[in-house]
């Protein structure tokens, strides 16, 4: 049974747009703040955006304005639209739960941005 599953990644070229999905299982899903990470070679996993069920969402500073996040309660999924990638955006993405215990992390999805 899948409990976090992220797709949608792929090499885009700087300025390009991706659309992540994440599918999680209700246990995560509901109830939850859910939040898109990243990590690239060498770093710590950083949060990027989170998303409460109320609507309300936040972003890291550096992709305020380019990316957006959104869920599907119905469907116990949230996305993340990122539009102006730029190649410091090159990483693998996860999603996962946010101001809670994390719940095991999926294999993530390869966002890579390069001409």
């Known amino acids: 049974q899948v409990q976090l599953a992220e797709s949608g990644g792929g090499l885009v070229q700087p300025g390009g747009s991706l659309r992540l999905s994440c599918a999680a299982s209700?246990?995560?899903?509901?109830?939850?703040?859910m939040g898109w990470y990243r990590q690239a070679p060498g770093k710590q996993r950083e949060l990027v955006a989170a998303?409460?069920?109320?609507?309300?969402?936040h972003y890291t500073d550096s992709v305020k304005g380019r990316f957006t996040i959104s869920r599907d309660n119905a469907k116990n999924a949230v996305y993340l639209q990122m539009n102006s990638l730029k190649p410091e955006d090159t990483a693998v993405y996860y999603c996962n739960v946010y101001l809670s215990s994390f719940r095991s992390w999926g294999q993530g999805t390869q966002v890579t941005v390069s001409s």
């Open positions: 209700r246990n995560i899903f509901s109830g939850n703040a």
């Open positions: 998303s409460w069920s109320s609507g309300s969402t």
